[in-house]
Structures are given as C-alpha cells and as structure tokens.
C-alpha cells in the first residue's frame, strides 16, 4: 500500500505564529497593571506596630468626609486611605508629669439664636477637663493621623489601645466594637455613630447627630451646640449630656448607680428605661409628659416637673430643659402607639435622626488590607 504524502500545512501554524507577540504583549499588560494596582494598594495602606495602651491620634479636616473607625486583636495600627495619603507619624510621648492624664476641652463660642432662628449674641461652651480612665502615667505609642478634606479613611486599631481621639470637620464618622480604654470624638458637623462599644468616652457634637446604639458606658460625657443626641439600648453608669438647642433621646436604655444627668437649653429630652430606674423630669418653660403602664407610680408636680418611680425605683436620673419639653416612658418608642398629639414629634425626631446612615464607601483595596502589613 502507498501513501500519497501530504501537502505542507499552511494555515493555522501561520496564524497561531503571527498571533503569539499580540497575546503574549497584552498579557504583559494585563500582568503589569495587576501589579501597578497592588502596589497602589499597599501605599494606601500602612500598618505601624505599637506597644499596650498605645495613643491614636485622627484629624480629619474640612468636610466631605468618612471615617470609618474599627478594632482588632492585633498589636498594628491599621490606615487604610484608599486613593488619599495622609500624614502619619508615629512617636514616644511621656504621659504623667508634665502631660496630665485628664483631656484638656478649652472654651468653644456659639451662636445664641432666638426659636425663630435669629443669632442675637455669642455665647460659650465652658472648658472642661475629662479624666482619661484606666490609663497608666509614663511612656506610649503614639500614632498621629493629619488627613485633608474629603478623605475616606478606615482606622483599625488595637484592642489594648488606651486613648484614640478623633477630631473631625465635618461628614460621617463611625465608630464600631470599640473596646477600648478611652474614646475621645470631636465633630463639627455631620454624624457620628458609635455602635458596641464598651468604654470611657467623651463626644462633643456641635451640629448634626450623635447616635449611640447598644453601648455600655462606665463614663461618658457628651456635649454640644445644635447637634441631637440619640441613645439607643444603651447602659450607663455615669453620663453627663449638655446641649444649647439639640434635642436628647434616651431610649430603651439602662442604668447603673452614678450620676445620670440630661439638659437641653431650648431642645426635648426623652427618656425611656428597661429597668428600675427614678426619673425626674422638670420643663421650666415647656411640660413634662409621661407614658407608664398602670403599675409604675408618676408624681406630677404642675405641667413642668414629674418624677416616676420605674419597676420600684433605683438609680435617680434627671432630665431638665429650658424651653423645651420632657418625655418620661417605660421600654423603646418603637413599637409604641402615638396616642396624642404631643408625642408625634418625639417619634419623628426619633425615627428620623436614628435612621443609619448607608454602608460606607470603603477605600480601594481594602480587601488586601488584612493579608498585607507595612511595617515602619
């Protein structure tokens, strides 16, 4: 048998030769441009080593910004900031001496406005000082965060962590599972969030809101101009909260013996309870309303001042405001039935100022943040 041989074979091997430089240079590209963006990621994302108790520093100006603020089992101080590059340093600072262990809140003008929304004169927040809780004298780790206007920044830090201070112009700021020794936020204007936490904190919120969900505070101090002040399934054993003109909602909350002490200059104050609790609200030129199921005794002293004893009393918490009213109840708002007039603005003010905001807009290549450390 023979075998006509076969003709040379043109096409294919022709086409797959001439093709090979195309595909093997735009796989280069593509293998470049993975690694431009790996790289871009690390930059935007630096990790800084620290000892116990370190001290973390974040300030934030101008507006437009989100700040997104975490914790972890980790002894790194995490600073994801996408495309942003902020300034960070990090240093020793001796705490004790010459450096009190107490936060310095120098005096703060504010505009004194008239119900109408006039501004009549300039008033003043007083300076204060907040002892810091559980923070031992000597030398810390200090990290210092300096970032511009309109940064998105994501801040994870230690669990062992004895001071963070946030300071910020103005946008969202979120604090989540914060666990540490003392917590400081200063804002301008905006909102601020801080959720799970279990720590010593001092908040001070000019304009905008604060809501505070599911917290356990030994000590918390919270003070501001218009800004509202929302509460939610929170216990306290020591709270202060001041406000010019923001309303105070403190709801669905507890209390352990301390001081407990609510005041408005011109805005509302809510308290509702889950547990015993003696709650005296007193309205100098508004009124104390109350809501109770049939077992709880309210002694009503006029129109501006009550006092009711919750589940047989326990620790004494007053509520006082100037031109505003107070509203005294057992449980949460939610799920309660508007039964006048004079509570359907609690439950707006309430619903409308504990709405979450959206799921921040997380930096790019946070995803890489947790597989890759940069050490200084």
Do not use: K
Request: hydrophobic fraction near 40%; charged fraction near 20%; include cysteine.
């Amino acid at each position: 048998m023979t075998f006509e041989p076969r003709g040379p074979y043109h096409g294919a091997v022709e086409a797959l030769r001439s093709g090979a430089p195309r595909w093997l240079a735009a796989g280069l590209v593509l293998l470049l441009a993975v690694m431009v963006a790996r790289a871009l990621t690390a930059r935007a994302a630096a990790g800084y080593d620290v000892g116990d108790q370190a001290v973390v520093n974040l300030i934030v100006r101008g507006r437009a910004n989100d700040i997104d603020v975490r914790m972890w089992d980790r002894p790194t101080v995490l600073v994801d900031s996408g495309d942003d590059t902020p300034t960070v340093t990090r240093r020793e600072t001796t705490f004790g001496a010459n450096r009190g262990l107490v936060l310095q809140v120098p005096a703060q003008l504010v505009p004194v406005r008239t119900p109408d929304g006039v501004t009549t004169a300039q008033g003043a927040l007083p300076p204060e000082e907040f002892p810091y809780a559980g923070f031992r004298p000597g030398r810390h780790d200090v990290v210092a965060v300096d970032a511009p206007q309109g940064s998105r920044i994501v801040l994870t830090v230690p669990s062992t962590i004895g001071l963070l201070v946030v300071r910020v112009g103005g946008g969202r700021t979120i604090v989540e599972n914060y666990h540490g020794a003392n917590l400081v936020v200063i804002q301008n204007q905006g909102r601020v969030q801080i959720t799970g936490a279990a720590t010593t904190a001092f908040v001070q919120m000019n304009e905008g809101t604060l809501y505070a969900a599911d917290d356990a505070f030994e000590r918390v101090r919270v003070r501001g101009v218009g800004a509202h002040d929302i509460f939610e399934r929170c216990r306290s054993r020591e709270i202060q909260t001041t406000s010019v003109s923001g309303s105070i909602v403190y709801d669905g909350g507890s209390f352990d013996p301390g001081l407990a002490r609510f005041e408005s200059g011109s805005g509302e104050i809510a308290l509702g309870v889950t547990s015993g609790a003696q709650l005296a609200g007193r309205a100098v030129e508004g009124h104390v309303y109350t809501q109770f199921n049939a077992r709880t005794p309210v002694d009503q002293h006029g129109d501006g001042d009550a006092t009711a004893f919750v589940d047989g009393g326990g620790p004494l918490v007053s509520a006082i405001t100037e031109r505003g009213n107070v509203y005294l109840y057992d449980g949460s708002l939610l799920g309660r039935r508007v039964t006048s007039p004079e509570w359907r603005q609690l439950h707006q003010l309430f619903a409308t100022r504990r709405t979450a905001s959206p799921p921040i807009s997380r930096p790019r290549g946070e995803s890489h943040v947790r597989e890759r450390m940069i050490r200084p």
